[in-house]
């Protein structure tokens, strides 16, 4: 039996999973679409839809994430009714609603293989694992000073720098979690700058992790850019080029030194743990006093929000909610 196990791209905004995901989407086996927006916040709203052993239920399930416009469905070039009509006949879980969706995307290419690329995923690996539970995980880390010079330039990037440092911790955190706590076959991580330096190096590795053949088209991602990036995210041009290494170290002249004081403080530990050595920021790179009170109010954010995740969680445990597993999935259950 083909292997059919989900994959999932995730790590910090602005740490390269675009272009991995173009990269694995350039496989023969391979279909990772653009990013969507309903497989975390169908999570968040599953009890709306009420018991999905009723197939009315489901219908109003899938016509959430078909017709919601904040779900981007649009940018999946996927025909509508099809989708519906598949979520309709289809197993009574969310799961497999969402499944469903990233099939037939899959489909689209004739790729016997789905996969899903979210940076905000890094912080739910939970969620994706309950969901799908043969899922695989790949994430790219990147130096954080790189990430933060790129979020502050972002139109969508609206709380300023130390925001986006604290994203950054947070994205770094949780893959060291998951480094701790996943199966080697279940989770694989990487660098942004050993990816772009020696691509097909860090290609084979990912192959091997994904128990799927090398492919050398993975290591030109632009050439299926147009297909798997929607145009008005105008942000992601530089996907339409060569894979280099021109933006490995750009934050020596995108910080500010103020800014980069601020990283330096906040993030120096993690980013020596990565294997980013420390900058020598001069007094002039003093971080403000109040971008150090909003990282930390950032980071409380952060953390606050896990703490009501992990008791939902704790909540479903006790109450018997139903299950939200994938039940299409047939390879390598646990």
């Not at 004739?110 to 043969?134: C, E, N, S």
């Not at 990487?190 to 772009?196: K, S």
């Not at 041009?237 to 933006?247: K, L």
């Not at 743990?273 to 971008?291: F, L, Q």
Request: glycine share 4%; aromatic share 8%; hydrophobic share 35%.
């Amino acid at each position: 039996m083909d292997n059919d196990r989900p994959i999932f791209v995730v790590g910090c905004p602005r740490s390269g999973t675009t272009m991995l995901q173009l990269m694995l989407h350039a496989h023969p086996r391979i279909a990772i679409p653009p990013e969507t927006r309903f497989l975390l916040e169908g999570y968040r709203e599953r009890r709306r839809f009420g018991d999905l052993t009723n197939p009315g239920n489901r219908r109003r399930l899938a016509e959430w994430i078909v017709r919601r416009k904040q779900s981007r469905f649009d940018d999946l070039s996927l025909d509508p009714e099809t989708v519906i009509s598949e979520i309709v006949d289809g197993p009574p879980t969310l799961g497999s609603a969402v499944g469903a969706v990233f099939r037939a995307y899959a489909r689209r290419f004739d790729k016997p293989r789905w996969g899903d690329k979210r940076p905000a995923y890094i912080a739910h690996l939970d969620v994706i694992l309950r969901l799908f539970p043969t899922a695989q995980i790949i994430n790219i880390t990147r130096d954080g000073r790189d990430c933060v010079s790129s979020l502050k330039e972002m139109s969508w990037h609206k709380r300023g720098v130390p925001a986006a440092a604290a994203a950054w911790a947070r994205a770094v955190d949780r893959a060291a979690e998951a480094a701790r706590s996943l199966p080697a076959a279940t989770y694989h991580q990487l660098r942004y700058e050993d990816l772009v330096s020696d691509p097909e190096t860090s290609l084979r590795a990912i192959c091997e992790f994904l128990d799927e053949p090398y492919d050398p088209a993975m290591t030109e991602p632009a050439k299926v850019a147009k297909i798997a990036v929607p145009k008005h995210k105008t942000w992601h041009q530089r996907t339409h080029q060569a894979v280099s290494t021109a933006r490995v170290q750009s934050w020596r002249s995108r910080l500010t030194p103020t800014e980069l004081g601020l990283c330096e403080t906040t993030l120096r530990r993690r980013l020596a743990v990565n294997g980013y050595p420390p900058a020598e920021p001069d007094a002039s790179s003093r971080p403000k006093t109040g971008d150090l009170l909003r990282y930390r109010i950032e980071v409380a954010r952060h953390d606050l929000g896990r703490l009501r995740r992990a008791a939902r969680h704790t909540v479903d445990r006790w109450t018997g909610a139903a299950p939200v597993e994938d039940q299409r999935t047939t390879t390598f259950r646990r």
